[in-house]
């Protein structure tokens, strides 16, 4: 049976996410790091992978939703996910996050889409400074390609709160965060899907076009899309009408971007999203497509893509 609710984007905030984060802080204690990180926020201490999956797998059941990718969201992270996925195989698929030109990329890129099945490499080239047509890049595609797997590229904006709250610096060069240079490399490899979140992330037209270009980009409808701020005049219905417009339902995954507890699952935004779908006119065949079918087809449960 097909599930009717899917989530493409939710971050997994675990204690090894924290610990990483603020390895170079000395104002947080060496034991139960994580647990200080945590509390300094206002967040429920994450506990371990597993206690973490087990209230992630509650959560998504509390509110009705049948699977959602949970993504490493620091480099290094990826046993947690890993642990989570291993745990509720059925309900969670594995995205990490992934610098390519960091020192062991390519030992950490071949274990993540081998031995620990992750189905996505999630690129932030403004965070990591990076250009999409470096060479290191066409080695994560390649590898995605051979592994079947998607590569998610964060482009336009780029504010990442739990930094902001933790006073890291975030030096990010938004620049390099271009949705045509997604095309360009997606064109490239044109049997990977390519994800981009938060439709463009202010960069919504270049999402378009890019999307126009290459029949395997795909925009994800993910957080409260703040960046629509950047567009005098542009509500969410008529980002989803113009998404609808040009790369049709077939392309376009429903997600939230929820992280951390007590916050949890933000059903305020997916309520959000399907009152916008409904007032730009989506079918509801289209809407089923969005919020859980163009997900199932691009992460089938394991079993069913042998």
């Not at 999307?211 to 960046?227: E, H, K, M, P, R």
Request: with cysteine; aromatic share 10%.
């Amino acid at each position: 049976m097909m599930p009717t609710l899917t989530d493409a984007h939710c971050h997994f905030f675990s204690s090894g996410f924290l610990e990483i984060l603020t390895k170079d802080r000395t104002d947080f204690p060496a034991v139960d790091r994580a647990a200080a990180v945590a509390a300094s926020l206002g967040w429920d201490a994450p506990g371990d992978a597993a206690a973490l999956a087990d209230r992630w797998k509650a959560e998504l059941e509390k509110h009705g939703v049948d699977r959602c990718a949970l993504i490493a969201s620091v480099p290094g992270d990826e046993s947690s996910v890993a642990a989570a996925v291993a745990r509720h195989p059925t309900r969670f698929v594995g995205f990490f996050m992934f610098n390519p030109l960091a020192p062991d990329a390519a030992a950490r890129l071949t274990n993540a889409l081998g031995p620990l099945g992750f189905r996505a490499v999630a690129l932030f080239p403004a965070m990591h400074r990076f250009r999409l047509d470096d060479s290191a890049v066409d080695a994560v595609f390649e590898a995605a390609s051979a592994h079947r797997a998607a590569v998610f590229v964060h482009c336009g904006v780029l504010s990442v709160g739990v930094r902001k709250k933790l006073g890291l610096p975030s030096p990010f060069d938004l620049r390099l965060g271009d949705p045509l240079a997604v095309a360009a490399i997606a064109l490239r490899y044109p049997k990977v899907p390519v994800i981009v979140p938060h439709f463009g992330a202010g960069l919504f037209r270049e999402a378009l076009m890019a999307a126009d270009q290459a029949a395997n980009v795909y925009l994800d409808t993910s957080s409260s899309n703040g960046w629509i701020k950047y567009h005098p005049g542009l509500t969410l219905e008529a980002v989803f009408k113009q998404a609808l417009a040009v790369a049709g339902a077939d392309r376009l995954l429903f997600g939230t971007d929820s992280s951390f507890f007590p916050r949890g699952w933000q059903a305020p935004i997916y309520e959000a999203q399907r009152a916008a779908l409904a007032a730009a006119g989506a079918s509801d065949p289209d809407a089923t497509k969005i919020f859980a079918g163009n997900f199932e087809r691009l992460f089938p449960h394991v079993q069913s893509a042998q």
